[in-house]
C-alpha cells in the first residue's frame, strides 16, 4: 500500500490527470498538423525517403509511444500498481508481452492477405492477348508434340 | 511497508515460507487480486478485437481515413471538426477517472460524504460519455447511412475529377467540377433509399482517363467500428450501474461497518481506471492512426 499522506495523493493524482490530458492534446496535435489541417502548408504525412513513408512512421510511432506511456501512467498511479507488491505486478503485467507476438503475427497475415488479394485481382484484370488468332478465322488447335499427355 | 519492516523482513528472505501458507504472498485481498486478474483478461478481449482490425486493415489497399468519417460536431454545421469531438470525450473519460481516484482516497481517509460526492462526479463523467457516444452512433447511423455489413466511406486510389455532382447530376457545361485526390475519403450519399455514387475520371495513376464510380469502402470497417466502440460503451454502461449501486452502498454506511477503507470503492476504482486504458487504445486505433 502507499506511503503517501492524504495530500500527497491528491497531489500526485491532480498531477497526473494533469500530464494525461497534456500527453492527449500532444496526439492530437501531431495527427491533425502531420495531416496538415491545423497549419496550412504544414504536412509530414506524405513525406517520403525513397519508397519509405517516413513521415507517417515517426507519426505513427509517436503517436503509439505516446498512449503507452499514457497507459503505463494509467496503470502505475491511478491503478496504484506501483504501490503493489512486485509478484502481483508480474503476474497482471508479464502475461501481456504475449500481445506482442500476437501483434506481429496477425499483421504479418493480413499482410499477406493484401498481397494475395491484389495478386488476384491483377491476374483477373490482365489482358488476353487476342492478336496472334485472325478474328473469325479457323481455331488452329496446337497438337501435344508427344504421347506423354496420352488419351489419343 | 514501514511499519511492518520488522515483521515482515523475516518474511520476505525465503519465497518458501512466503508461499508455505497462512500469509498474502501480494498483500492484497482476494477480491482486489481478482479484480486485477478479470481486467487482465477482460485487456485480452480488447486486445483480441483492436488486433483483428489492425489485421484487416493491413489486408486492404485502402481505408476510410478517420479524420473525415470522424468530423462531425453537435450543433455545429458541417463536417470540419476533425477528431475534435472525441478529443472531447476522451478528456470526459480522464476528468471521470480522476474524479474517481479521489473518491477512492476519500475512502482511505473514511470520509464517507466525499467518497458519494466524488462516486457521482464519476457517474456524471460515465453518463456524458455514453451520450456522446450516443451522439456519434446517430450521427454515423442515421445522417451517414453507416451500418455493420454497409460501409459508405471509400477512399480514392487515383487523383481524379468529379462528373457528378453531390446530388447525382451531371455538371452543366462551363461548370467548374470538383477534384480529388489520392487517399482522400468519400462518403457516398443515401438520398430516396438510393445511393448516390458519383462518377469521376481519374486523372492519373495506372487508370488514367478512364471513367469510374464511387463504390463501398472496406466491408468490416462499420463492424469492427461498432462493435469495438459498442463492447467498449458497454463497459462503462456497466461502469456507471456498478457506481450508482456501489454509490448507493458508500451513502447507506454499509461500507463504514466493514471497516476495510472503503475496498468496495477501490475495486470499482480499478475497473473504471480499466475502462479509461482501454479507450486510450480505442482512441489510437479508431482515430489517431
Not at chain 1, 140 to 147: L, N, Q
Not at chain 2, 238 to 243: K, N
Amino acid at each position: 500500500m502507499s506511503d503517501h499522506t492524504y495530500e500527497e495523493s491528491k497531489g500526485i493524482a491532480r498531477k497526473t490527470i494533469i500530464i494525461l490530458g497534456i500527453v492527449t492534446i500532444i496526439e492530437v496535435l501531431i495527427a491533425l498538423v502531420g495531416k496538415g489541417y491545423l497549419i496550412p502548408g504544414v504536412e509530414f504525412y506524405e513525406s517520403y525517403i525513397g519508397n519509405f513513408p517516413i513521415g507517417r512512421a515517426l507519426m505513427y510511432l509517436a503517436m503509439i509511444s505516446l498512449s503507452i506511456y499514457k497507459a503505463i501512467l494509467v496503470i502505475f498511479e491511478f491503478m496504484h500498481m506501483k504501490y503493489e507488491v512486485k509478484g502481483l505486478m508480474r503476474s497482471v503485467l508479464v502475461p501481456t508481452a504475449l500481445l506482442i507476438w500476437a501483434i506481429i503475427a496477425f499483421f504479418m497475415e493480413g499482410d499477406y492477405w493484401r498481397n494475395s488479394r491484389n495478386f488476384i485481382s491483377d491476374k483477373d484484370n490482365q489482358q488476353v492477348e487476342t492478336s496472334i488468332r485472325p478474328v473469325g478465322g479457323p481455331i488452329k488447335v496446337e497438337e501435344p508434340s508427344g504421347d506423354d499427355h496420352g488419351g489419343h | 511497508m514501514s511499519a511492518e519492516t520488522a515483521h515482515g523482513h523475516a518474511v520476505m528472505e525465503s519465497d518458501e515460507k512466503l508461499w508455505s501458507g497462512g500469509k498474502s504472498p501480494f498483500k492484497s485481498s482476494y477480491g482486489k487480486l481478482m479484480m486485477w486478474y478479470f481486467l487482465l483478461s477482460d485487456a485480452f478481449t480488447f486486445a483480441g478485437f483492436l488486433i483483428a482490425y489492425g489485421t484487416l486493415r493491413f489486408s486492404m489497399n485502402t481505408w476510410p481515413v478517420p479524420d473525415f468519417v470522424f468530423s462531425s460536431f453537435p450543433f455545429l454545421q458541417g463536417t470540419n471538426y476533425p477528431l475534435l469531438f472525441v478529443s472531447l470525450m476522451t478528456f470526459i473519460l480522464l476528468a471521470s477517472s480522476f474524479t474517481m481516484i479521489r473518491a477512492v482516497q476519500e475512502g482511505k481517509e473514511e470520509n464517507k460524504s466525499g467518497v458519494v460526492k466524488w462516486m457521482i462526479y464519476t457517474i456524471i463523467g460515465g453518463a456524458m460519455f455514453l451520450g456522446c457516444q450516443a451522439w456519434e452512433w446517430t450521427t454515423l447511423i442515421a445522417t451517414e447511412h453507416m451500418t455493420v455489413s454497409t460501409n459508405p466511406f471509400g477512399t480514392h486510389t487515383a487523383s481524379g475529377v468529379y462528373l457528378d455532382d453531390e446530388h447525382g447530376h451531371a455538371y452543366a457545361a462551363g461548370a467548374e467540377a470538383e477534384t480529388f485526390k489520392e487517399g482522400e475519403t468519400y462518403l457516398i450519399h443515401k438520398a430516396d433509399g438510393e445511393w448516390l455514387k458519383r462518377r469521376f475520371r481519374y486523372t492519373d495513376g495506372p487508370n488514367e482517363g478512364t471513367v469510374a464510380r464511387q463504390d463501398f469502402g472496406p466491408k468490416a470497417f462499420g463492424a469492427l467500428f461498432f462493435f469495438i466502440t459498442g463492447f467498449h460503451g458497454f463497459h462503462v454502461l456497466s461502469g456507471v450501474l456498478f457506481l450508482i449501486i456501489i454509490a448507493i452502498n458508500v451513502a447507506s454506511g454499509l461500507y463504514v461497518k466493514r471497516r476495510n477503507g472503503y475496498e468496495m470503492v477501490e475495486k470499482i476504482g480499478l475497473y473504471w481506471h480499466f475502462v479509461d486504458l482501454v479507450w486510450v487504445f480505442v482512441f489510437l486505433v479508431f482515430y489517431l492512426l
